[in-house]
């Protein structure tokens, strides 16, 4: 299970210095996976606790938590109600991606292990486990009981994993990974690597912007929800120019229902995740030819999805499309609302190409793709009433249908790319975001170049004029 939601498969990627590794089942900003995972077992009458290393499928035992203690960090019910049967941590090392990017570094630390703690909930859920993402506990204290006080680094999730035996059975072709096998060391003495000066200064200078650093008592609200928001009422459309979904005079047009919206999630589907997770890439560049209407509503389907919880009552990220060459759509910026599975036109032409590549910092990867997603949410209101709990919040489920939207991308053999470096302002004029709204993560999607190469990661430069030592 853990192979699959985050573990090694078929490929390679190019990192800093035009190295190689192996390809894993889940994308990070610049392939530099800004966190590590932890997985304690249920026993007897302790958890213990493993160190889950990627590179080889390793478990390696370090220690051993009561199950009281563990219960009271998440505030489970007493007895006779079952204790999880495992709990996996994903555990942010901001330092790992802040010494190329700098600050913004640590917010991809939240969103590449978003992209891992989603996919490893839909693995157990796979393989019959019922799992429930916790994002509201206090870290401080899940550090300490982790094993990681001192050592900079931020447990940022916990998913809670618990067997259910009414669960129909799934074939063990449905959830092998051939390049995942796994290996329990027990006991080794390992011990983990020590931050050093410039990992430190690193870890203080994200005090302000940190959970970690201080703590929110916002009250847990367990339930099932899904990771974008939905639209509560038809947005209206702004003046449009010729050609543009919108009318003039700021007028709603007729919403587009998009194909998919029923079936959406199916018993098939979910046996394919195993499929899905192993044949996930990211599209290195994109053919400049249309999109199929019907393929980009199945993609967008895996949206109405919904997950366990402890923060169904939290901020969820909107969604904007900007349509460049969707067969059946008109180009140009368009509202979507999970619930009904409908488009709302806005504004716009799609952009001219330059205008698109600009927006996400002259990356050549989106210049032909059909269309971009654009995750956005109001950041600076949301900060200012729910404190530094809804950064987290928000960058987690924003991820989370990142990836749901990848997976879904490889069923539709539609290429997919995340993308973490974005202009605000540029991307927000071309999807008719105000002034409250701010981009928090795009898309690119389109018919994949299968022999486009991205070369963005090949040259070792620190983002920000920024050297190894971070300067903030």
């Known amino acids: 299970m853990l192979g699959l939601g985050y573990g090694e498969r078929a490929g390679a990627v190019i990192t800093k210095g035009r190295t190689l590794m192996r390809a894993?089942?889940?994308?990070?900003?610049?392939?530099?996976?800004?966190?590590?995972?932890?997985?304690?077992?249920?026993?007897?009458?302790?958890?213990?606790?493993?160190?889950?290393?990627?590179?080889?499928?390793?478990?390696?035992?370090?220690?051993?938590?009561?199950?009281?203690?563990?219960?009271?960090?998440?505030?489970?019910?007493?007895?006779?109600?079952?204790?999880?049967?495992?709990?996996?941590?994903?555990?942010?090392?901001?330092?790992?991606?802040?010494?190329?990017?700098?600050?913004?570094?640590?917010?991809?630390?939240?969103?590449?292990?978003?992209?891992?703690?989603?996919?490893?909930?839909?693995?157990a859920e796979s393989a019959g486990f019922r799992p429930v993402t916790y994002l509201r506990f206090d870290r401080d204290t899940a550090a300490e009981v982790l094993g990681l006080?001192?050592?900079?680094?931020?447990?940022?999730?916990l998913i809670t994993l618990t067997a259910t035996p009414t669960a129909d059975p799934v074939e063990s072709s449905a959830v092998a990974n051939p390049f995942a096998v796994p290996?329990?060391?027990?006991?080794?003495?390992?011990?983990?690597?020590?931050?050093?000066?410039?990992?430190?200064?690193?870890?203080?200078s994200v005090r302000s912007i940190s959970t970690f650093h201080r703590q929110d008592d916002t009250p847990r609200r367990y339930g099932s929800s899904r990771t974008v928001?939905?639209?509560?009422?038809?947005?209206?459309?702004?003046?449009a120019a010729h050609g543009a979904p919108g009318t003039p005079g700021g007028s709603v047009t007729a919403a587009?229902?998009?194909?998919?919206?029923?079936?959406?999630?199916?018993?098939?589907?979910?046996?394919?995740?195993?499929?899905?997770?192993?044949?996930?890439?990211s599209a290195k560049g994109f053919l400049p030819t249309s999109l199929g209407e019907e393929a980009f509503g199945h993609v967008l389907a895996e949206l109405r999805q919904e997950t366990g919880t402890d923060s169904a009552d939290g901020p969820r990220a909107g969604l904007r499309v900007l349509v460049r060459s969707v067969e059946g759509i008109a180009p140009g910026s368009y509202a979507y609302t999970p619930d009904r599975h409908v488009l709302y036109p806005l504004h716009g032409d799609g952009g001219t190409e330059e205008a698109v590549v600009a927006s996400c910092m002259n990356q050549?990867?989106?210049?032909?793709?059909?269309?971009?997603?654009?995750?956005?949410?109001?950041?600076?209101?949301l900060l200012g009433t729910r404190g530094r709990q809804a950064l987290a919040e928000l960058h987690h489920h924003a991820a989370s249908a990142a990836q749901r939207l990848c997976?879904?991308?490889?069923?539709?053999?539609?290429?997919?790319?995340?993308?973490?470096?974005f202009d605000t302002d540029l991307v927000s004029r071309l999807v008719g975001l105000d002034g409250h709204e701010e981009v928090i993560y795009v898309l690119a999607c389109g018919r994949p170049d299968e022999t486009a190469v991205k070369w963005d990661r090949a040259p070792i430069a620190y983002s920000h004029g920024l050297s190894p030592a971070l300067h903030s």
Not at 100 to 119: E, I, P, S, V
Request: proline letters at 7%; glycine letters at 10%.
């Open 364 to 381: 050549d990867v989106v210049r032909s793709a059909a269309l971009l997603l654009v995750l956005h949410a109001p950041m600076g209101p």
């Open 256 to 281: 587009i229902r998009l194909a998919g919206a029923d079936g959406f999630r199916s018993d098939g589907h979910r046996a394919a995740f195993a499929h899905l997770a192993l044949t996930r890439a």
């Open 183 to 204: 290996i329990w060391r027990h006991g080794d003495g390992t011990r983990r690597e020590e931050p050093g000066t410039a990992e430190q200064e690193a870890w203080h």
């Open 24 to 123: 894993r089942t889940t994308p990070s900003a610049g392939a530099l996976y800004p966190f590590e995972l932890l997985v304690a077992f249920r026993g007897a009458t302790t958890y213990e606790l493993y160190e889950y290393e990627v590179a080889g499928c390793c478990l390696r035992q370090i220690g051993a938590i009561e199950q009281g203690v563990l219960a009271g960090l998440l505030a489970l019910p007493e007895a006779p109600a079952p204790q999880p049967d495992a709990v996996v941590a994903l555990v942010g090392r901001p330092w790992t991606s802040m010494r190329k990017y700098g600050r913004r570094g640590y917010l991809y630390t939240h969103l590449d292990g978003a992209h891992a703690a989603t996919n490893i909930t839909m693995a």
């Open 149 to 157: 006080t001192g050592l900079c680094r931020e447990p940022q999730a």
């Open 229 to 239: 928001a939905a639209i509560p009422q038809a947005p209206a459309a702004a003046p």
């Open 407 to 421: 997976l879904a991308a490889a069923g539709q053999s539609v290429g997919i790319t995340c993308l973490g470096g």
